[in-house]
């Protein structure tokens, strides 16, 4: 099964507007059009705007790094999912910081899967494991776990949706898993949603790497059978190695 690869930039809570606007600038003068992969920038939800105004047109596609489950309403600070319709195409679910600096549950992925999906968008679910767990033997069982809570209730896997194998450890660390042990992990999340669903959906799905991905280790990561993209942090601030990243997965 050929899969696209798909390249994530994840900003995270960094950039002022200037910088957002130049980073965005430079960003489509080198990613725009590039054949054989398919990119996602995802700046702070107050640069969405303009991601889309800059971005517009190009090739490059816009994606928030988080979403609230209601539609509307009185919820002072959040952004539904509703509201990035025309905006943003892709919404990351699950990022680890959003599991471990703010608490977030397996049923709260669960929720805003079903939100970001019955708007009509795509969603980037984020899942891995902690350090200790990863040393405890428990990396199958946490990834199963995250697994199974986001997927609650669902009859089948949502064709448009990419999951990010993240180990937690690997996350603005500078300690990148191994491009061997990368590989082996997202074929484990492929097994797991071929056990979970069916073999010819989880064939399908998009399976990225994420954690310390630079211009360095990236090429190692395309190289994976089963790894079909990277969610890049840190390096994804820097036009020149993220567009080395992406050059990396171009066949
Ligand atoms: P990093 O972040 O590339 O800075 O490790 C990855 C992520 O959080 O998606």
Redesign the pocket.
Known sequence: MARTPVIGG?WKMNTTRVEAQALLRDLRTRLDALAGVEVVVCPPAAWLGDAADVLGGSSIEVGAQNVYWEPKGAFTGEVSAPMLVGTATQVIIG??ERRHVFGETDEATNRKLRAVLEAGLHPILAIGELREEAEGGQTEAVLRRQITGAFEGFDALPGDLVVAY?PVW???TGLAATAEDAQERCAMVRRILTERFDASSADACRIQY????NAGNAAGFAAGADIDGV?????SLDGAAFEAICRAFVA
Do not use: K, Q, R, T
Not at 210 to 213: A, F, M, N, W
Not at 231 to 235: D, N, P
């Open positions: 994840n990022h680890s993240e690997a996350i603005g994420g954690g310390s991905v969610l890049v942090g840190g390096a």
